[in-house]
């Protein structure tokens, strides 16, 4: 059975930096992609960018490129999404979900995790 | 706004059938396939539909979904209770080199 198990809740000041991680377990196939999905409250799905867990490439959404870091670690089977200079906008649910090489779909999601941004 | 255009709500009584509309264009839906994802209220987005009309294991098959030029469209048949939630369609667009997603349509089950 697949699992994604992501990090717990976070409270960030104005201009700080967050890291998520996103363990998987028990995925078939050995190389695939996570993808990081942002939620804001009360709003849609927003794709912020893909990292091959494989050789650790990446493809990052216009909109976050230039403050999304992903990275994987294969020894673990985690993967990590850090998002710096943090507003208030960003406060929002943060979703990992697997896509498989082959296709264009995200087939297991996470929990979510919730990154609060206040003063 | 989304790229991909959905209306904001449905519904239906108990056992109606329902239809969910998702407009694109040739980069997204028109040159790529459509995936479809359930999201119950509170919990994390499910996979429903993938490949336009595929769907994974254990998704009734009250749920179907299709794809015609840049449009796509779910269907869901014999409505019930626990099918309230938002769904959303999505694909690749390869003017952006990224995937989007549809504003999402919340189905209500009167």
């Known amino acids: 059975e697949v699992h994604l198990v992501q990090s717990g809740a976070e409270v960030k000041k104005p201009g700080a930096t967050v890291k998520i991680s996103c363990k998987v377990s028990g995925y078939t196939f050995s190389d695939f992609y996570v993808n990081w999905v942002q939620q804001a409250p009360g709003k849609g799905l927003e794709w912020m960018g893909l990292?091959?867990?494989?050789?650790?490439?990446?493809i990052y959404s216009e909109r976050f490129q230039g403050r999304v870091t992903m990275t994987a670690d294969t020894s673990t089977e985690t993967v990590y999404m850090e998002l710096s200079s943090l507003t208030s906008e960003d406060t929002a649910v943060y979703y990992c979900?697997?896509?498989?090489?082959?296709?264009?779909?995200?087939?297991?999601w996470g929990q979510g995790t919730l990154v609060t941004v206040a003063s | 706004q989304s790229v991909l255009t959905q209306p904001p709500s449905a519904s239906g009584t108990p056992g109606q059938g329902v239809t969910i509309s998702c407009s694109g264009r040739?980069?997204?839906?028109?040159?790529?396939?459509v995936n479809w994802y359930q999201q119950l209220p509170g919990t994390a987005p499910k996979l429903l539909i993938y490949?336009?009309?595929l769907r994974p294991s254990g998704v009734p098959d009250r749920f179907s979904g299709s794809k015609s030029g840049t449009s796509a469209s779910l269907a869901i048949s014999g409505l019930q209770s626990e099918d309230e939630a938002d769904y959303y369609c999505a694909a690749w667009d390869d003017s952006l080199n990224g995937y989007v997603f549809g504003s999402g349509t919340k189905v209500t089950v009167l």
């Open positions: 979900a697997t896509r498989p090489l082959g296709g264009h779909y995200f087939d297991y």
């Open positions: 990292v091959d867990r494989e050789d650790g490439e990446t």
């Open positions: 490949r336009n009309t």
């Open positions: 040739s980069f997204n839906i028109g040159g790529n396939s």
